[in-house]
């Protein structure tokens, strides 16, 4: 896999999931991508007054405070990471062979430490989350506004266009089929909590047909191929328009 680019904002965050398991499929935010500023009108994107309670410029709208969401598989939400806390944990799973391979952060725990930090440090718009279900952290989250990415230079980003990357913990998790349903319950808490936004997206390795069968379950649809440096994606979106049919 190539090196990979800075994030916007950030010292070096996160990218791909592995080709056999859609669970482990996005690559962390800002890792994989090329470009550098951002899009025209960004800078309205942070101003002051977010909303719902949101901090002030907050670019992804107080994704600590948002509702949890009840699934299929239990009830689900978003734990933005701490690191003194789940620096064990996150170390653990990036050094799983299936996640290692894609993702390309096994190793001591420096490795993944600096780039979690590589987000935590930055401007928000890139949030490591843990996904926790019934009470148990069991997957890795990173939702990042795709409008400020480098990702933006490769679609036509619209302002507040958020993207999701995902990787499911533990191996006994992965292949039940948790990841559309996960991907699914995220999608809906990006729509419910960012009224801005009006599209969440997606680029998974376009030979990983696993993964775009996942995003496709979730109630995304397929928009584009798209080269990205170290891959071809294809370019994953869910509609608000269409959520309400989901």
């Known amino acids: ?144 506004r795709a409008d400020l990415d480098p990702l933006a230079a490769h679609y036509p980003a619209r302002p507040h266009d958020t993207g999701v990357h995902l990787l499911i913990g533990g191996g006994t998790d992965r292949g039940r089929g948790l990841g559309t349903t996960l991907l699914r319950a995220v999608a809906d808490l990006v729509l419910d909590h960012r009224p801005r936004c009006t599209r969440v997206l997606a680029e998974p390795d376009l030979r990983n047909t696993p993964s775009v069968a996942a995003f496709l379950g979730a109630g995304f649809r397929f928009d584009a191929e798209v080269d990205l440096p170290d891959k071809r994606a294809a370019l994953m979106i869910r509609e608000r328009a269409l959520s309400h049919l989901l």
Request: aromatic share 6%; proline share 17%; glycine share 14%.
């Open 1 to 144: 896999m190539p090196p990979r680019a800075a994030h916007p904002g950030t010292a070096n965050p996160p990218g791909a999931g592995p080709r056999t398991d859609p669970a482990t499929e996005p690559h962390p935010p800002g890792q994989r991508r090329t470009g550098s500023g951002e899009p025209s009108g960004a800078a309205s994107d942070t101003a002051p007054g977010g909303p719902m309670g949101a901090p002030p410029g907050d670019p992804l709208d107080g994704i600590a405070g948002w509702a949890p969401a009840t699934t299929p598989a239990g009830r689900f939400r978003l734990v933005p990471v701490r690191l003194d806390h789940d620096l064990p944990l996150l170390t653990r799973w990036m050094n799983e062979p299936a996640v290692a391979a894609f993702w390309e952060l096994d190793g001591p725990p420096g490795v993944t430490a600096a780039h979690l930090r590589a987000q935590l440090d930055g401007d928000g718009r890139s949030v490591p989350c843990l996904g926790v279900l019934d009470g148990t952290p069991m997957s890795y989250f990173e939702i990042y």
